[in-house]
């Protein structure tokens, strides 16, 4: 393997796609976002009622992903990281957002208030570093503020550095 595997996690709002689709674009590697790929091949099993959405395919998107996680070299993207295998990834970055702000965002994009108070509230409680640190191995698991411009641009350059010093180690 050449590149390493990221995966990149957090509430819905946090900042993944804009990291990843950046992170990608600088680092030359894949950008793969779960929601995407799920809509474009229908990897539904079922319709949730209460949220007013489908249900993942967890086992579907496993088995579509496989062969390029068998490669390397790409960024995963899902607010959700406990059916992936552990062993795709070489580093977790669980992003975080203040409350008030990532209100704001949900808020734009039109979440309803159930979907919004969900959401913060899963914030709140911290339940995706809960969820990376249960489905991870704790050393590989990184919190990353993501609420403002420049939050972006020091992750972008600590995992650019990160990827550089992970390529050097794993060049025979
Ligand atoms: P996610 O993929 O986690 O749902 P996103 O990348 O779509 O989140 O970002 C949600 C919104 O927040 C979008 O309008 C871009 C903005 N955003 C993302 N990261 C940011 C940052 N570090 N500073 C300011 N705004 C940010």
Request: proline share 3%.
């Given at each position: 393997?050449?590149?390493?595997?990221?995966?990149?996690?957090?509430?819905p709002?946090?900042?993944?796609?804009?990291?990843?689709?950046?992170?990608?674009?600088?680092?030359?590697?894949?950008?793969?976002?779960?929601?995407?790929?799920?809509?474009?091949?229908?990897?539904?099993?079922?319709?949730?009622?209460?949220?007013?959405?489908?249900?993942?395919?967890?086992?579907?998107?496993?088995?579509?992903?496989?062969?390029?996680?068998?490669?390397?070299?790409?960024?995963?993207?899902y607010h959700g990281?406990?059916?992936?295998?552990?062993?795709?990834?070489?580093?977790?970055?669980?992003?975080?957002?203040?409350?008030?702000?990532?209100?704001?965002?949900?808020?734009?994009?039109?979440?309803?208030?159930?979907?919004?108070?969900?959401?913060?509230?899963?914030?709140?409680?911290?339940?995706?570093?809960?969820?990376?640190?249960?489905?991870?191995?704790?050393?590989?698991?990184?919190?990353?503020?993501?609420?403002?411009?420049?939050?972006?641009?020091?992750?972008?350059?600590?995992?650019?550095?990160?990827?550089?010093?992970?390529?050097?180690?794993?060049?025979?």
């Amino acid at each position: 393997m050449l590149l390493p595997n990221i995966l990149l996690t957090g509430t819905p709002g946090v900042g993944k796609t804009t990291l990843g689709k950046e992170l990608a674009a600088r680092s030359g590697m894949k950008y793969v976002n779960v929601g995407d790929l799920a809509r474009e091949g229908q990897l539904y099993d079922g319709y949730d009622e209460e949220y007013d959405c489908p249900i993942l395919d967890e086992d579907r998107v496993v088995d579509e992903l496989e062969n390029q996680m068998s490669e390397g070299g790409v960024i995963v993207d899902y607010h959700g990281c406990d059916f992936f295998p552990e062993r795709w990834f070489h580093i977790v970055f669980v992003l975080k957002t203040d409350n008030s702000i990532l209100y704001k965002r949900l808020e734009t994009r039109g979440y309803n208030e159930k979907k919004l108070k969900d959401n913060i509230q899963c914030e709140i409680f911290q339940i995706l570093y809960e969820e990376a640190l249960a489905s991870y191995s704790e050393d590989i698991v990184h919190q990353l503020p993501s609420d403002k411009p420049e939050d972006l641009e020091n992750n972008i350059n600590q995992i650019l550095k990160w990827i550089e010093q992970w390529t050097k180690d794993h060049s025979s």
